[in-house]
């Protein structure tokens, strides 16, 4: 006898192929199609498989905050030079055979596998196994699943797409090849790219019968963090958004601000949502986010052995910070507290209105000879003029709030590498000594690990990733509001985001409401992108560091000036090598093409 196995297999031709049961071999990477699932909770596990893959590696678990989308859009400067692929995403100019866009190709194709097998496998439940009691539940599976379908397309469409559709055009563009069943044979894994178009309404589909699927479904307890109706609305809206559908967006976008239940966090409460804390985890202000359990069982987080690894993500390994070391030095040994491997672009301290200089060290006044120096008893420490400024400037909210949310200023914060002593943060060691003197050298603060070494943690990190939450839907609300002519409305909803980071009544008038929608910002004069664009602007300091900003660059075509504006990055130190032709889309990767003759001229512009 003939059946189907399904076995995890990365890629555009993952397949399920045909082959005959050898008896007496169970293989424990496989299942039968021809007597499995036999029970939900058995369908539940399948389904379980769409959403671990956003934990793999190249994804959420390791590569896709802290590498592709922080050095792309230049959040992060790279203290690390030991990695060409790295640099090519710092310097915006990815070759074929880069491995990141390769890593990624991959692993979102190899969750619409998941998701392929699990609406494969919910058809011969429901058909074979199901009670009339258990349809319901069945059904709303397939709405998670339509969801998590929906957003591999999305990052597949935002990162190897073409171009964006917009009201000028674009719909014919190239977009990615669409496999909505389980290829049973080679011949069906050879995909062209479908249109932009086509794609798009693809997505726009899968979201649409999720949010009727999951209709007035409430996930509690251990469910939390399973994909809702409000969910697929908020990123349809996001699409439409992204398409340039205005009324669409409107409306969609409003149903979940009115509906949703939703509403935004106090800044109290915000400025710690993005860090280990297991009280922020689903919050208020929440509407899809990835689960990370910090295990310390595992030994080296998503790269150790399962199951532990299937549970948490390792990107605080790439983005942790560095502390003063044991010598009282901003170099000295137990600084580390992870790979540090890279630190806030100097051009972002800016962005948020930290206009200081690089700061200098001065003789410790209060250094104790009579001891051995230690980060306790350092020989040096910041201007202290400078330190008081640099705090007059946060206390008076000089700088935007949300600086000192997504980053740590040495010597002013702090952080813990046993977990118990707290010492200064220390300028970023990674720098190297010879050139430290010309970088500010910040670390990363938002989904870092600060509390602790993170080997304490076994490389695991501790904060959830927000996928959406409500501040980017009424961001995308006054997008699609002030891109339909109501200003006004617009206008409100980018000052509602600004009220809460400034710790005002997010629904009445502030001190700090922009009077109009080209006021001025926290952005330098020379800024051409931010200075005076509040809607831009907003969107890039509340998501800073969160996934968001690359698409927002790419759909407005502002890469140019964005390459202009940081100029430089390390470790090279070369200069941004952004070309209008080919930037704004990642390259489709050479494995593809070696594996699939049906994309062989179908590679993006300028590759």
Known sequence: MYKKIFIALFGLTSVAGCTKDPSGVARKDVYNSGSYPTNLNALLGVLAAGYANFRSEGMDGFQLLCKDFACSEHTADLAYGGEQAWTELALNHLSTTNSYANDLWKSLYAG??????????????????????????????????????ALYYFYLECFYGE??????????????????SIPTVLDSTQKGRSTTRDVWNFIIGDLKKSADLLKGVQWTGSNRG??????????????????????????????????????????????????????????????????????????????GPAPNSNLTTSQGLIWSPCVIGDDGTETGSGGNLGYCNTFIHDKNLLRFGFTLPIYTL????????????????????????????????????????????????PWVDSGSADGVNWRPIAKFVGIGADIQKYFHGWSN?????????????SAADGANYYILRLADIFLLYAEACKSSGDNVTALEYINKVKRRAYSYPVNAPSPVDYASLTAKTKADAADVNLSNNPLAYERWAELFNEGHWWFDVCRWRIGKAEATYYNTTLPTGGTIDWSETRSYSWPIPSNEFNTNTVIAKQQNPGY
């Open 226 to 303: 399973r994909a809702n109706e409000w969910a697929a609305k908020a990123l349809l809206g996001k699409v439409y958004v992204f398409t340039q559908d205005w009324q669409n967006a409107k409306t969609t976008l409003l149903d979940v601000i009115n509906n949703s239940g939703k509403s935004l966090m106090p800044f109290s409460k915000y400025k710690d949502a993005f860090n280990a804390k297991p009280e922020n985890k689903f919050n208020e202000e929440s509407l899809f986010e990835i689960n990370v359990d910090r295990d310390s069982k595992g030994d080296y987080g998503i790269f």
């Open 445 to 457: 603060r938002k989904f870092a690990t600060y509390d602790n070494n993170i080997w304490a943690y």
């Open 163 to 180: 171009a964006y559709i917009t009201t000028a055009g674009g719909a014919d563009k190239m977009g990615v090849p669409i496999i909505s």
């Open 362 to 409: 001065v003789n410790n006044p209060a250094f104790d000879a009579s001891k051995p120096a230690s980060y306790r008893n350092p020989k040096q420490v910041i201007d202290p003029a400078y330190k008081q400024q640099s705090i007059d400037m946060r206390n008076n909210k000089i700088t935007d709030p949300r600086l000192n949310v997504c980053t740590m200023q």
């Open 112 to 149: 619409v596998k998941d998701v392929n097998v699990f609406l494969d496998r919910a058809d011969f439940f429901e058909k074979n196994y199901a009670v009339p009691s258990e349809v319901q539940m069945v059904n709303n599976m397939r709405g998670e699943a339509y969801f998590l379908r």
